[in-house]
């Protein structure tokens, strides 16, 4: 089992720069690919970003493509969001999550693990 938890969200201008932190402990972090997902109010939950468990992988959804850069540095068992260039329409509640041995994958049902999640508030 892999416990995450999430952090470095906070409320930021548009155009400005956030960098969210995903702490993992338990089973070998470096086992999991990670992928960072976010939900809006009122909207589904959306995927953001993924670095694969060896880390040579990674994906973006086309929204956060040039903005956002996610990287992972397993042996302090931490992934990072790094994004830049923030817009209002990024404001939502962020989590990280964890999947066994997988690619950079997009799709919600191969992650096993959840971070709590984090709020990012980008203001116009």
């Known amino acids: 089992q892999v416990q995450l938890e999430d952090s470095g969200g906070g409320l930021v201008q548009a155009g400005a720069s956030l960098s969210l932190s995903c702490s993992g402990s338990?089973?070998?972090?470096?086992?999991?690919?990670v992928g960072w997902f976010r939900q809006a109010p009122g909207k589904e939950r959306e995927f953001v970003a993924a670095i694969s468990w060896f880390g040579l992988t990674r994906t973006y959804a086309d929204s956060v493509k040039g903005r956002f850069d996610i990287s992972r540095d397993n042996a302090k068992n931490r992934a990072y969001l790094q994004m830049n260039s923030l817009k209002s329409e990024d404001t939502a509640l962020y989590y990280c999550?964890?999947?066994?041995?997988?690619?950079?994958?997009?799709?919600?049902?191969?992650?096993?693990?959840w971070g709590q999640g984090t709020q990012v508030t980008v203001s116009s």
């Open positions: 338990g089973r070998s972090f470096s086992d999991y690919a």
């Open positions: 999550a964890a999947a066994y041995r997988r690619s950079a994958t997009m799709t919600t049902e191969h992650y096993d693990y």
